[in-house]
């Protein structure tokens, strides 16, 4: 089946620096999805993009769809402590409903 | 707008026994509806998912099953559990199959 690689597994920074984070497939997908995830919580979306290329923005946070559609990143800039979390990538293929996770970078942001 | 919930937040139970969690969707109609299982190692992993009442298609071979009794309930079930069912539960939800899906806040299952 398909699998995301999300990298880095964890990042531990200092607040008010910038994070970036990225997904890749070997799988070309349609749309791109950026959730975040707080300790005992379901995952809220962040951002969604739907066409190689695009870049959106969602105040501090950017992400893009990458031109070849097998790979998407996230920044996100000044980090402040409320950052702190799980941040997941999303894929969804030419198989509707089967959104593909990857699985995850912990964020910890030092105030 | 649309609200999702899901209870319990936490269940504790011993193996053997049944399982029945549930899950609503408020604000919409005819909402594609999806149960997620989340491990320890933090991969969410699709369960089952429903585009209409009494449509249930499985993803993976489980001791669990899911029903759609209402077109905005989906209930995810076991006879009896077993150690290995032990996770954190995520309903989930979309207005079409290619529409990011809204989570619940989850229910953390121990099975003892």
């Known amino acids: 089946g398909q699998q995301l690689n999300q990298s880095p597994q964890s990042m531990f920074i200092q607040e008010g620096e910038d994070v970036s984070m990225n997904c890749t497939s070997s799988?070309?997908?349609?749309?791109w999805l950026w959730y975040k995830q707080e300790p005992g919580e379901g995952p809220v979306l962040l951002i969604a993009?739907?066409?190689?290329?695009e870049l959106t923005s969602n105040g501090r946070l950017t992400a893009q769809f990458g031109i070849t559609r097998k790979d998407s990143f996230l920044n996100i800039s000044a980090s402040i402590p409320s950052d702190v979390g799980i941040y997941f990538c999303?894929?969804?293929?030419?198989?509707?409903?089967?959104?593909?996770f990857g699985k995850g970078t912990l964020l910890t942001v030092n105030p | 707008s649309q609200t999702i919930h899901q209870w319990p937040a936490t269940l504790v139970q011993p193996v053997g026994s049944p399982l029945s969690l549930e899950c609503t969707v408020e604000?919409?109609?005819?909402?594609?509806l999806y149960w997620y299982r989340q491990a320890a190692g933090r991969g969410l992993q699709l369960l089952f998912y429903?585009?209409?009442?009494?449509?249930i298609s499985s993803e993976v071979p489980q001791n669990l099953s899911a029903s759609r009794p209402q077109d905005r309930q989906f209930i995810l079930s076991s006879k009896k559990l077993l150690l290995s069912d032990s996770g954190f539960y995520l309903c989930?939800?979309?207005?079409?199959?290619?529409?990011?899906?809204?989570f619940g806040s989850g229910t953390r299952l121990t099975v003892v």
């Open positions: 989930a939800w979309s207005l079409s199959p290619t529409g990011p899906p809204g």
């Open positions: 799988s070309i997908f349609n749309t």
């Open positions: 993009l739907y066409k190689a290329g």
């Open positions: 999303a894929g969804l293929g030419g198989s509707n409903y089967k959104l593909t």
């Open positions: 604000g919409t109609s005819n909402p594609n």
């Open positions: 429903s585009v209409g009442i009494g449509q």
